[in-house]
């Protein structure tokens, strides 16, 4: 089955701060170079451009549970997980995740993915659009994945009824 995983209003708020403060930089500087300074207004469009297309294009946007994997989707690059692979799946609340650093990820625009590390989970693989549904799962490769699907009680269930049975 497929689960949505829709934006909340913390992540909203972050990425349209950032689109407008992107788009801001770009009108600033068309206004501000003249023709001879063209070439650093080029270099921060190509960076800003990169920087938001890149955090779009990999954005978790669902989640998918068959009888083999589980699926995590994206723009780009599809992310799956075998069923098998998978040792344990819990729910958890946004007060377990204090104190994580952010190691090489986005947190904010579109959502929040990527590495993180949490002195209690160790080092975590985030695919989240909102800090409110939570779902960890622990896999047979001693890997940490954190989700949000928007319906987590469906989600968890059906991750826990399809074999192979995780506690």
Known sequence: MKYTASLDKTTKIITIAITLLFA??????????????QTGLIITSAILAITYGSAYVYRPTGYTITE????IHRP??????????????????????QFTIRTF???GLWGYYGYFYNSV?????????????????????????LL??????????????VAPVIN
């Open 24 to 37: 801001g930089i770009l009108v600033y500087e068309l206004q501000t170079f003249t023709r001879g300074e």
């Open 68 to 71: 083999h994997e589980l699926i």
């Open 76 to 97: 780009i690059n599809t992310v799956r997980y075998a069923r098998e692979a998978l040792e344990s799946a819990q729910v958890i609340v946004k007060k377990d995740l």
């Open 105 to 107: 990820g986005v947190g």
């Open 121 to 145: 989970y160790g080092k975590m693989i985030w695919f989240i659009t909102r800090r409110d549904h939570l779902v960890l799962i622990k896999t047979a490769n001693k890997r940490t994945i």
């Open 148 to 161: 949000s699907p928007d319906d987590i009680g469906s989600f968890t269930n059906e991750l826990n009824s």
